[in-house]
């Protein structure tokens, strides 16, 4: 098979108990489904199960609304909650930035090579700084500018705006405002945040200068799905990178650009190919 062929992802997350897998492959079996991909994971102390099927789609005998139509008993049956994906449907991103360029332009490098095939409606920023870079990608851009007078209409306009495009999540590239926990409450597991930290250490403002102050070994960033409680959110991805006595703060301000550039687009892909399950704080990622 080659991975360029539609495919349907199945993801789900229900009570764990006998028969799930046999229920589920049997279901896709009896429709002459082909599975192509399969992931499983029981949380023996959360007693929840979850699972990922990638489905040939060409392999059914039926479309993708009757194929919903036709799982949702069984999903009732062992009450799960699930959903399925088209391949053939590109996820729509909406990128949000401030000053700091680096994810910003890593983002749009690897969705104008196509590694990221996804469509980018818009980037949206408190700051006028990059509205050239990014309408020279023929992408639109909006300036909502934020102040502390004006936050309740500057996340109003940015809901609008993600709302008008039709979007399936957004981005925070650097994006250095805390978002309202309106906006968090409204978008739960579609918006994901880089932080230049290793979570749970050094939240907040300048985790580098944190570090440097604390004299650690090891530097990373995280990548994390946003909530209402700052840097708190279900971490999709992490990494790290070693440093020592002689590095300055600068130093590790330049060596963590290159972490958070990988760690935000391998978090945004497990995202973007249904990989990633939350359950409470915690993710499941099938890599």
């Not at 088209?86 to 360029?101: C, L, N």
């Not at 968090?184 to 945040?193: D, E």
């Not at 790290?240 to 550039?261: F, N, T």
């Amino acid at each position: 098979m080659k991975t360029s062929e539609r495919r349907y992802t199945l993801s789900l997350s229900c009570p764990d108990r006998v028969g799930i897998v046999a229920a589920v492959s049997s279901f896709l079996a009896s429709h002459n489904g082909w599975i192509t991909e399969a992931n499983h994971h029981a949380d023996q102390e959360a007693e929840r199960f979850f699972m990922r099927q990638e489905i040939l789609a060409d392999s059914l005998t039926m479309d993708l609304p009757t194929l919903r139509e036709k799982f949702a008993p069984l999903a009732e049956q062992y009450e799960m909650d699930w959903r399925i994906h088209d391949s053939a449907r590109k996820k729509r991103v909406v990128i949000m930035v401030s000053r700091q360029e680096h994810c910003l332009y890593d983002l749009l490098s690897r969705w104008q090579s196509r590694e990221l095939d996804i469509e980018i409606p818009c980037v949206i920023s408190n700051h006028e700084d990059f509205r050239g870079f990014v309408e020279w990608h023929g992408i639109p851009f909006h300036h909502v500018p934020v102040t502390a007078d004006n936050k309740a209409e500057a996340y109003g306009r940015v809901m609008d705006l993600f709302d008008e495009v039709q979007a399936d999540v957004m981005v925070l590239a650097r994006y250095m405002q805390i978002l309202s926990p309106e906006m968090c409450a409204r978008y739960p597991g579609r918006i994901i945040n880089i932080h230049h930290s290793f979570l749970p250490s050094f939240v907040g403002a300048k985790p580098y200068h944190q570090a440097y102050q604390r004299g650690v070994k090891l530097i990373g960033a995280t990548c994390h799905f946003v909530t209402a409680d700052l840097d708190q959110g279900p971490i999709i991805e992490q990494d790290v990178i070693r440093i020592d006595h002689s590095d300055a703060p600068e130093d590790l301000v330049r060596y963590g650009k290159d972490i958070e550039k990988a760690v935000l687009a391998r978090g945004l892909r497990y995202h973007l190919e249904d990989r990633v399950l939350i359950h409470g704080n915690k993710t499941v990622v099938f890599r």
